[in-house]
């Protein structure tokens, strides 16, 4: 959508209210399990979680973290530890999180649609001293913990888990004297190398974003806000979580996406607060589509917001026709808690920007001569400020490598400013994302080039304008002379081996990879192809 495209709808008066400034919230408290400390105090009835209409009260919510923090020291966590949490939203999932972080170990938040391999190379690398799955509300938590060896146990205040067996070889971290210093998650991205990284997020940095984030949208305790960005996520744990427990709001958790389910909450519930990836809303408009619906019912809705992957404009305005109502955007990255920008609910936009830079942000656009480029101008985005992560657990080489000695984060995408609002023009070299997540072509390419047959392959991404999941992935592939393998055999082998979002959607055998002199393929050679 261009910047001078006509709006597809007026704007709502709900639409353009003038949100509190950030400074307007109570100060956050030290750390993340804290915030649910206040409201408990303050209104320990007011429903702080709802899952499958099952309402737990700020008040309810306190007591089962405190008794889930008591198992845990039983269970022989102690301050510094990793602890590894895998599963989808529920309040399971919620009170394990923040329980784990009340006794100042680490969380270790892995989504379980993670395959099998991932899985075991998080848990070798993060040291975890306990793994604890959310097997009787996740399919694929339970198939984990069936791997893993994970006993099935009923939790205080967190009801039945698989808890994996104590780790005895693992040594603690140390514990920082402030506690907004201490480590609020350990989230994992599988990095360009195809390994993991370790983000190390603060209480402080998680907790910068959710008070800034729900002042800029003004949220209170009369706010009710959908849960379905996944919490192990950075936008789903501190915007949504964190950003609504602080506020006083009543979080509706989902696991997964479903529009049926979407729709009739929007309805039955009154959410007032969606914020989805662009594939979920390409997924409500596909199913609109598909049952003729031209608009939804929606009585208590004010805000409605896309983050975690690029929004494409024929998505935008069919989202704005179904909801009338503009659907805002933003942009981040896991090691900056995740917002860097956000647009603001008094200036909508009709065309792609990201918005203005978060409160208490700074940016750099700097040109390929290492000098700051002009406004209007494309440059690589570099972030500074209480967002930016701490580092990489267990990668210092990696970590000087993303921030300079003056705190400056390398995001290494490319955006430009106008006006005081950000446009994001591309991103890392070759990083895909569909379906809202990351997924790095090393580490695809990695598991093909280990079947027998496969020679050498080469992994891309290909936007899919208004399609569900964002981009496709598509894998070239150069077989051994006379190997009678076939990509149906290769596309079984990736699916064991990755998680499903991974697997490449399309597989293109070629006689020959275009290579550089150093044995390089030249990837865009290949996507000429496409």
Do not use: C
Not at 145 to 174: C, F, H, K, Q, S
Not at 269 to 295: H, N
Not at 410 to 424: C, I, Q, S, Y
Not at 487 to 513: D, G, N
């Amino acid at each position: 959508m261009s910047t001078n495209a006509p709006r597809a709808h007026p704007p709502l008066a709900h639409a353009a209210l003038t949100p509190p400034p950030v400074s307007a919230l109570p100060t956050p408290p030290p750390r993340s399990r804290d915030v649910v400390t206040r409201w408990a105090e303050r209104a320990p009835d007011h429903p702080a979680l709802v899952e499958a209409g099952v309402s737990w009260s700020y008040g309810r919510l306190h007591g089962a973290i405190a008794d889930a923090e008591g198992w845990l020291r039983g269970a022989g966590v102690r301050p510094g530890d990793r602890v590894m949490i895998v599963g989808e939203n529920s309040r399971a999932f919620v009170v394990a999180l923040l329980a784990i972080a009340g006794v100042d170990a680490w969380p270790v938040v892995v989504n379980a649609r993670v395959a099998a391999r991932e899985l075991d190379e998080i848990i070798a690398h993060s040291g975890a001293r306990r793994v604890l799955l959310t097997a009787a509300v996740s399919a694929q938590a339970r198939s984990h913990a069936a791997r893993l060896g994970a006993v099935v146990e009923d939790l205080p205040g967190i009801g039945a888990v698989a808890v994996g067996p104590l780790d005895e070889r693992v040594t603690p971290e140390p514990v920082d004297a402030d506690p907004g210093d201490r480590i609020g998650a350990l989230l994992y991205t599988s990095g360009t190398t195809g390994m993991p990284k370790g983000v190390m997020l603060t209480h402080r940095n998680l907790l910068f974003i959710a008070a800034g984030s729900a002042g800029l949208r003004g949220l209170g305790p009369d706010d009710r806000l959908y849960g379905i960005l996944p919490m192990s996520h950075a936008v789903g744990l501190s915007v949504v979580l964190l950003g609504g427990l602080l506020s006083g709001a009543s979080i509706y958790l989902a696991p997964r996406f479903d529009p049926v389910a979407a729709l009739a909450s929007l309805e039955r519930d009154r959410l007032t607060i969606v914020l989805g990836a662009p594939a979920m809303f390409a997924l409500l408009l596909e199913y609109a589509a598909m049952k003729g619906l031209t608009s939804v019912t929606a009585p208590a809705l004010r805000v409605i917001s896309s983050s975690g992957a690029p929004l494409h404009a024929p998505v935008k305005a069919g989202v704005e026709r179904l909801f009338a109502m503009v659907l805002h955007n933003g942009y981040g990255v896991t090691e900056t808690s995740p917002t860097i920008a956000q647009t603001r609910l008094e200036m909508p936009r009709t065309d792609l920007s990201v918005g203005p830079i978060f409160p208490g942000v700074t940016v750099a656009l700097i040109g390929a001569d290492g000098r700051p480029v002009p406004d209007g101008e494309v440059g690589e985005l570099r972030v500074k400020g209480p967002t930016v992560m701490r580092g990489y657990y267990r990668a210092p080489a990696e970590t000087a490598a993303a921030i300079d000695a003056d705190g400056w984060f390398n995001t290494r995408d490319l955006a430009r400013l106008e006006d005081g609002h950000l446009f994001v023009v591309g991103r890392s070299k070759e990083l895909i994302v569909r379906f809202g997540f990351n997924v790095y072509p090393a580490e695809v390419e990695s598991v093909l080039n280990a079947f027998p047959g496969v020679v050498r392959s080469a992994v891309l991404g290909r936007a899919v304008v208004g399609a569900a999941g964002g981009e496709e992935v598509i894998a070239f592939l150069q077989l051994a002379p006379g190997a009678t393998v076939t990509t149906e055999s290769i596309a079984s082998h990736a699916a064991a081996q990755l998680a499903p979002y991974k697997v490449p959607s399309r597989f293109v055998v070629v006689a020959s990879m275009p290579l550089t002199p150093t044995g390089k393929v030249m990837k865009d050679e290949l996507a000429k192809s496409l």
